[in-house]
């Protein structure tokens, strides 16, 4: 059995020991099958690959300090993939055969769930394809639910430590009535310009606005925004940013420490009056944000004071990872134990 170096592992994909799979056929999901492949057999034309029947979940598992292993809000990634499939007209997962799944293919790759001391963790990665093969433009009759799992590094190597962004106006990454609400490949293909723009510009990531108006503020790269400013914590309300279970957590977290809570269109100038802002989602929870460039509007939002995390998304920050990792009382019932 091959070391894995925990300490030193990146965010990137590892042949782990078993995937889990279901067949939708004849209308109904099969029996839950333990795989050890790591190819799909997949015809041709099927639907995923011409027509981008196609989405995915991103979750994590934490070996925590008391020896357990939890598993993060895996009802609120059912949730959101139910609602990706009706956004793209594929067959619902339903919470208790996606929790079933999830917890089998956590507990099969039990060695590869790292120690809580490195810092890293067993990232869950469900798939749900269409399969049929057609040439038509319609929904497939048949799709594969499957998920793997892979350790990855933590996001942040050196500590929690700022980033900065560019706004990109050249590309969209989803249209105000498309597919943005959805996780989907199709956004990620999208995003793939502006974001390689941003890389070369010497950013950590692309920053988007609105398509429609180019006024408001939508996402920073794949990760939901928020701001900090007068004890409230304000996030976008857009009908094409995906729902990011990280960002709700953040929000109730919020509200739990007395800090308003507000939900409504960011116009992009409004990026001079906070006192924080970060990025966030499950990869890296917040990636606080030193500032943010509009280089057509020859303006630079600068954000972070000298560089450095605010008070409030470290506060925030710690209580989320604290409670992943069993620290703190988890009073909303966030987390599952999946391995005793
Ligand atoms: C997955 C994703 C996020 C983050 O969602 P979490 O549930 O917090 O991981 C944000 N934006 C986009 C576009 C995403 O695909």
């Known amino acids: 059995m091959e070391q894995i170096d925990w300490k030193n592992l ?54 925590c300090p008391d020896g357990k292993v939890r598993v993060f809000r895996a009802d609120e990634n059912a949730a959101r993939l139910q609602s990706t499939c009706q956004g793209i007209m594929m067959p619902e997962i339903p919470t208790e055969m996606f929790i079933e799944m999830v917890e089998k293919v956590v507990r099969l ?7 809580y001391e490195s810092g890293a963790t067993l990232y869950i990665r469900p798939l749900l394809i269409g399969t049929t093969a057609q040439v038509g433009v319609h929904p ?3 799709y594969l639910f499957l998920i793997f799992v892979t350790p990855v590094g933590p996001y ?39 974001n390689k723009m941003a890389h070369d510009l010497g950013y950590a990531c692309e920053f988007y606005l609105d398509a429609k108006e180019k006024k408001y ?3 920073c790269g794949a990760a939901n925004f928020f701001g900090i400013k007068d004890n409230t914590y304000v996030t ?27 939900r409504r269109q960011i116009p992009v100038e409004e990026l001079s009056t906070f006192e924080e802002a970060g990025a966030c989602g499950t990869a890296a929870v917040i990636s606080p944000i030193n500032k943010i460039d509009d280089l057509e509007e020859k ?18 920050y710690q209580k989320l990872i604290n409670i992943q990792y069993g620290i703190e009382e988890d009073v909303h019932g966030w987390t599952r134990v999946v391995i005793d």
């Open 10 to 63: 990146s965010f990137g994909y590892r042949r782990t020991d078993y995937n889990v799979r279901c067949y939708y056929r004849d209308g109904k999901w099969g029996e839950i099958e333990l795989c050890s492949e790591e190819t799909i057999p997949l015809h041709m034309a099927a639907t995923c690959l011409h027509y981008g029947q196609e989405a995915f979940e991103g979750l994590k598992a934490y070996r």
């Open 109 to 115: 790759n039990e060695r590869f769930i790292p120690p």
């Open 140 to 142: 497939s009759e048949e």
């Open 156 to 194: 942040f190597k050196g500590g929690f430590a700022c980033n900065d962004y560019v706004i990109i106006r050249e590309y969209d990454r989803s249209a105000p009535l498309g597919t943005g609400i959805y996780k989907v490949g199709g956004n990620y293909a999208a995003s793939l310009r502006a």
């Open 217 to 219: 503020i939508d996402e």
């Open 236 to 262: 976008p309300e857009s009908t094409s940013i995906l729902p990011s279970v990280t960002n709700k957590s953040l929000m109730q977290l919020a509200e739990d420490l007395g800090m308003k809570v507000e």
């Open 299 to 316: 303006k630079s939002y600068v954000i972070a004071k000298d560089g450095k995390p605010g008070p409030v998304s470290a506060k925030l």
